[in-house]
């Protein structure tokens, strides 16, 4: 085979050194082709790596849903009509929309804790947001927790003054090395003993500076009654989240009288639409990356169809006399492919090495403000780009193969 040819080597390198210069910038454009590719593909995948991480534990086919004031007179209601969720809801909903995975009642103290509760132990104190929870949260947003367990059915059923705690609380009402599992907090003048405490969760909507409790322990304490501050839903799989968003609010529209156009009763905010629309958009810039670099590349690689066709006219007097010596045309036609791929993954190598070190170095960039984490570059993506770089290396390179193959020995003898 040719390639084990030294000979053919040594050819390849005469060939490509004669004019350094003119090689160099051909081959620039293909590596600078294979360059973008891998760049602009690790980029997209670093800032797919990044959304992930921020949406690291939450069910991202979900929403949350609220009560708000009505936008429109109806049924005899005026406009203004301040509107309320209940415990009821809940059911009401499941039992008339379907595609429901999860339906999550949550309370606070004011508008989404606007009122915070003063929590005492000992001479320490502090204001923390409080809130009802059910042991369902966990399948909603996943909650790490440093120490202890998070609520449970029986704190549930037999309303126990229990709770789980953020790490900011431990901090603030406890020393360092003080285990703070069986011991009481007050919360606004209720004694409450700590079952748990928290991490932060850097990645979703929960602070640490909160403190959860048995939801019907709270609805009792602070009289609640059945009213709610609002719920958090999770779809089944593959089910369309927007579609269950407008389903849950007709049926709410309907349950209380509301005007249908009314938009503005109930407020929401749907997590698996935002996700959704991050996923369209990572999804273009793949396909944007894959587009640019791979026609980027095939005008690096034609620009060396144009290089060999040169370089074959200036050795029309070579081949001439190889094939006067006895070269076959398979021969001529191989080395010529032969330089061709070889020149193709030389600059699609030097490209992939170079976007490789910049993408190392882009790993270093840490950003609150833009999700960015470890922009990386599939194999398999690599490998078919080095696949199609060399198939078209060796489709590109057929003509001037053809060309020096229709080289008559008697008319190159004659060039000079």
Partial sequence: MIIFNIDAWQELWHSVSKNKLRTSLTLIGVAWGMFLFVLLLGM????????SDIFEGVATNSMFLWAQQTDQPYNGF???REMKLSIKDVEYIKKNVSGIKNIIPRNVLGRFGTEPSLI???????TYQTFGDLPALMNFQKINLNTGRFLNQKDIDDNRKVCVIGEKVYNDLFEKTENPIGEYIKINGIYFQVVGV???????????????MPFNTFQEIFNQGE???????TAEDSYDIKKLETDIKDVLKRKYKVSPQDNEAFGSFNLGEMFGKIKGFLMGMQILTIS?????????????SNILLITIKERTKEIGIRRALGAKPSQIRSQVLLESVTLTLFAGLSGFVAATFVLFGMSFIKSEEFPFINPTVSPL???WALSIMTALGLLIGLLPAQRAVMIKPIEALRTE
Avoid: C, H, Q
């Avoid at 005492?120 to 502090?126: A, E, F, L, T, V």
């Avoid at 026609?295 to 620009?303: E, N, P």
């Fill in 44 to 51: 997209a995948k670093g800032m797919e790596n990044g959304f």
């Fill in 78 to 80: 005026p406009r203004g």
């Fill in 120 to 126: 005492i132990r000992g001479i320490k104190k502090g």
């Fill in 198 to 212: 928290y991490k932060k969760v850097d990645k979703g909507w929960m602070g640490d500076n909160s403190i959860l």
């Fill in 227 to 233: 009213e709610i501050g609002w719920m958090a839903i």
């Fill in 292 to 304: 640019v670099g791979i026609l980027t590349i095939i005008a690096g690689i034609i620009a060396i």
């Fill in 381 to 383: 993506n690599i490998f």
